[in-house]
């Protein structure tokens, strides 16, 4: 792809050129790239001898990267980065299951969500335990039994399956088991994104940490009883399969009986709100959810060769979670400032409320992603809609196109632009 400028020897200062490439380095860019920007930056055309790149390289990461290795001529300026794989995210194991997260500590742009990526065993129990953080979460794999208690100590337990959601809000106790014949994984998303999974209230952590004498006073029971509480935090723990639902269920009511609040989702309950050609997307905030009270999402399945329109979020920030395919996404800010990454399954990506961008398929199959947002709602504006409903003569003053071209632009919001 050709640019509209070329780099002249001696241009690109020591300054210049580390900051691009550290700048880039999170997507995979090296030195080429970092280059390449400097020449389209210039206003001359970048030949491919200046965008190769002999040297040493990482070619997995330069081939999952293209728009990063060379970036498309309309990319500018500097866009901090948008992108972090859960891949380089490190996995905590255990038996049991694992865990694994990216906070805004892995993808500093990402400071209003983070996320977990868990991992349970048939029998394996992410144990009791509540957080400072809400907790939204989709089943991506297999089943599990979730528990909790209401704000009146009402119990709920259910069982969930790949495309159900669950909400637990800040402070609620709660605990996740895989059920057979495979377990579970599961997205956890949390509306702060400074949360950590190392910094939550275990149950097993604030027993052994409380005098044996209080917790037999506290449960009227001598203190040789807890002398087996394990010293360890046990965070995820193989344990048996449960037992059937319906038995859980009965013996957790006790006397105050079951939560009248439904904490899950079902995939049966998600609509779609719009279909094209292109795609679909399946929103999903407390409209509907209505326990979901911080955090709205939308599920979007978006065909080969279609695309997410141009667009922006007026009232959040935008974290997204790629489940399956192929795509590439431009974010553009500022200052004339723009900048392109590529995704896949497992990637994380990032849109500061407000900025524009779009979201296309670039491969063969459908793409599949979350958008998420710290709110109680969701909401979105496109391009189309804003031209549409804007006086004719002001448009095409602004674009310096003529009434056919006008006139010929989406008259409503498409949201998943066909090929």
């Known amino acids: 792809m050709k640019s509209s400028r070329t780099i002249e020897k001696g241009k690109v200062s020591r300054r210049e050129f580390l900051a691009s490439s ?7 860019v090296l030195s080429a790239a970092a280059a390449a920007q400097q020449g389209q930056e210039s206003g001359r055309a970048v030949s491919d001898r200046s965008k190769s790149d002999p040297g040493p390289t990482n070619k997995a990461l330069d081939a999952q990267n293209p ?39 892995e993808l500093p742009v990402s400071k209003s969500i983070a996320a977990v990526d868990m991992r349970l065993t048939a029998g394996g129990i992410r144990e009791l335990h509540w957080h400072a953080a809400a907790e939204w979460a989709i089943m991506l794999y297999g089943s599990a039994r979730i528990t909790c208690i209401d704000a009146d100590g009402r119990s709920f337990v259910a069982d969930v399956k790949e495309g159900d959601l669950w909400f637990f809000p800040t402070g609620i ?40 004498e209080v917790l037999a006073k506290n449960f009227s029971d001598g203190s040789q009883a807890w002398e087996k509480i394990p010293r360890d935090g046990l965070f995820i723990f193989q ?6 639902l319906a038995a859980d269920q009965h013996s957790a009511a006790g006397n105050l009986g079951s939560s009248t609040v439904d904490f899950a989702f079902r995939r049966t309950q998600q ?16 409209s509907l959810f209505k326990v979901s009270t911080t955090i709205a ?13 141009l667009h922006w979020h007026p009232n959040a920030d935008e974290w997204q979670y790629y489940i399956s395919g ?25 849109v500061q409320q407000t900025l524009p961008h779009y979201i296309e398929n670039t ?55 066909p090929r």
């Open 22 to 28: 550290t700048a880039l380095s999170t997507v995979g």
């Open 326 to 350: 192929n795509g590439r996404m431009t974010v553009f800010a500022t200052g004339g400032r723009a900048r392109t990454a590529d995704f896949e399954a497992g990637d994380v990506g990032y």
């Open 67 to 105: 728009s990063s290795v060379v970036p498309p001529d309309t990319d500018a300026g500097s866009v901090p980065a948008f992108k972090y794989s859960f891949s380089f995210a490190h996995k905590r194991l255990y038996e049991g299951g694992w865990s694994r997260e990216v906070t805004v500590r």
């Open 297 to 309: 999402a939308a599920i979007v399945t978006v065909h080969p060769g279609g695309m997410r329109e």
């Open 363 to 417: 491969g063969d199959t459908d793409l599949r992603f979350l958008e998420m947002f710290k709110s109680s709602f969701y909401q979105d504006l496109s391009l189309s809609e804003w031209l549409s409903h804007t006086p004719p003569e002001l448009v095409m003053a602004h674009l310096n196109i003529d009434k056919a071209t006008l006139d010929a632009l989406p008259k409503e919001k498409l949201v998943i632009v």
């Open 173 to 212: 106790p709660h605990s996740i088991q895989g059920l057979g014949p495979d377990g579970a994984e599961f997205l956890l998303v949390f509306d702060d994104g400074n949360f950590s999974e190392y910094a939550t209230v275990l149950l097993s952590d604030w027993l052994v940490h409380t005098p044996r």
């Open 271 to 286: 609509p779609v709100t719009k279909r094209t050609s292109g795609g679909e997307v399946r929103i999903v905030d407390s």
């Open 239 to 244: 344990s048996e399969v449960p037992p059937p």
